[in-house]
């Protein structure tokens, strides 16, 4: 079993920046490949980035690629999301997943997630 706690969210204004963590606990979270997705109300979730296992590979939605930045912490169990130049269309709740392990031109679906965080609300402000 694994858990997960994300934190960072807010609200910041468009051109900002704010760094999520996922707080993992869990004897195997080292063997998963991590993810942040993200959801607004009445649309469905969305990939964001994604991670692998020892932290070399990562990929990026196309929305996001080079403003934000996935990366993880596997001695503290700890995984990160840089998000630089906010955008408002980048409102959302946030979420941080448990995934396989990621490659080249693959976007996990939610059915593949393992786990779930509850999720991290970041408002950018226009």
């Known amino acids: 079993q694994v858990q997960l706690v994300e934190s960072g969210g807010g609200l910041v204004q468009a051109g900002g920046s704010l760094r999520l963590s996922c707080a993992a606990s869990?004897?195997?979270?080292?063997?998963?490949?991590m993810g942040w997705f993200r959801q607004v109300p009445e649309k469905e979730r969305e990939f964001v980035a994604h991670i692998g296992r020892s932290g070399i590979r990562t990929y990026y939605a196309d929305s996001v690629k080079g403003r934000f930045t996935i990366s993880r912490d596997n001695a503290k169990n700890t995984l990160f999301l840089q998000m630089n130049d906010l955008k408002s269309e980048d409102t959302a709740v946030y979420y941080c997943a448990a995934t396989p392990e990621p490659y080249s031109g693959y976007v996990p679906s939610k059915a593949e997630v393992h786990y779930w965080g509850q999720g991290t609300q970041v408002t950018v402000s226009s």
């Open positions: 869990g004897r195997t979270v080292y063997s998963y490949g």
